[in-house]
């Protein structure tokens, strides 16, 4: 008996050693999982590791019970009051209705991608016999050319919208870096950017078009003319929160610095690269956030006029449609956008937390 004693206690600090190594990781891990917006998982695996269960109930009822309450508050809200809201194609459709719309949107891109498979080995096979038959100068490879999925309308509008933030990036960091550094750049930069921030991109679409149309001749080109005047556009309303944020963020570096480092007598380049955008890089990934979420909601405008084969466009061409399933399609997409806004804030917010380990200490 006191030899199964001694043994209990010796293995009572080790199971607690353990205990504390696995707090640990979960205490480094719920700095992801906030940045990923899935927070209620670390008081999952508290409860689970046995850390003060009622407490960790209480988190878990806050962090993830509450909001799921709260949405199904706002499906049964909206299931009971559709009904009652009429349009020229019908009532609004409930919650049912729009699922409906998802099944079929699904079902379409199946069927599409069916008929693309069917087509290519059809085209592969009589290749194959041209070959054969000694004939391999006529073989020839075509694209499918039928009509795009809605998955494919939203890998559209993602590429179309990144295409347009990265071009805003590449223009408004340098710009406000500049404008950060020197009094004069930014004195000539604010009246402009006062100036073109507000302005809708319903404006500057028309120019971008006719710009596009003129330079960008022949639809031979890597990138088709629609796509263009979406991205562009995007570009345009979307540089601002990130030129006023990096020039805020490179004004308000440690004037102590500053001043070493030119008693460093560090170049321009140098100083930049590891003075500058180390101090302002938290200040630079806030403006990228506002940024990219900015494009996000520019580009279904831009996509709807432009006729680029995105989300925008699948939304004009339901609204001009005006079938029954019209209304539920429109609000499928609705929340799509809704779900891809917040996803690309959680990216970009991940991003930001790798480069400036501000949230994952």
């Known amino acids: 008996m006191a030899a199964a004693t001694d043994t209990n206690i010796a293995l009572d600090p080790e199971r607690e050693a353990r205990k504390a190594r696995l707090f640990t990781r979960i205490n480094k891990a719920d700095a992801w999982f906030k940045i990923l917006g899935i927070s209620f998982v670390t008081p999952l695996l508290r409860a689970a590791a046995g850390d003060n269960p009622k407490a960790q109930t209480r988190e878990i009822w806050r962090l993830l019970g509450v909001p799921v309450l709260a949405i199904i508050g706002f499906l049964l809200l909206w299931a009971s009051l559709a009904p009652m809201v009429q349009t020229s194609l ?56 039928g009509k795009p999925t809605y998955y494919d309308q939203i890998w559209t509008s993602i590429q179309t919208v990144f295409f347009g933030f990265l071009l805003a990036t590449i223009v408004a960091v340098p710009l406000g870096i500049m404008s950060g550094l020197s009094p004069i750049a930014n004195a000539a930069l604010n009246p402009l950017i006062q100036i073109f921030k507000p302005v809708s991109p319903l404006a500057w679409l028309p120019i971008v078009t006719m710009v596009v149309s003129a330079t960008y001749v022949g639809n031979d080109g890597t990138f088709s003319k629609s796509f263009l005047n979406s991205a562009i556009t995007v570009t345009l309303c979307s540089l601002w929160p990130t030129l006023i944020n990096t020039a805020y963020g490179v004004s308000s570096i440690d004037k102590d610095l500053v001043n070493v480092s030119r008693v460093l007598k560090m170049t321009t380049w140098t100083k930049i690269t590891k003075l500058v955008l180390p101090s302002a890089l938290p200040l630079i990934f806030t403006g990228l956030r506002l ?39 429109i609000m499928v997409a609705v929340l799509t956008i809704g779900i891809i806004g917040f996803l690309l804030d959680r990216m970009m917010y991940a991003v930001q937390s790798m480069f400036t380990h501000s949230a994952t200490r």
């Open 291 to 329: 940024s990219l979420g900015v494009g996000w909601m520019v580009l279904i405008a831009a996509e709807m006029l432009a006729q680029n084969p995105g989300l925008g466009k699948f939304v004009w061409d339901e609204f001009q449609n005006g079938s029954s399933q019209s209304l539920a399609k």
């Open 90 to 145: 019908g009532a609004i459709p409930g919650p049912t209705q729009v699922w409906e719309q998802v099944i079929n949107l699904h079902a379409d891109h199946i069927r599409e991608r069916e008929k693309a498979d069917a087509f290519y080995e059809r085209q592969e096979k009589r290749n194959d016999k041209l070959v054969e038959a000694g004939k391999a100068d006529k073989v020839k490879w075509r694209d499918y050319t």
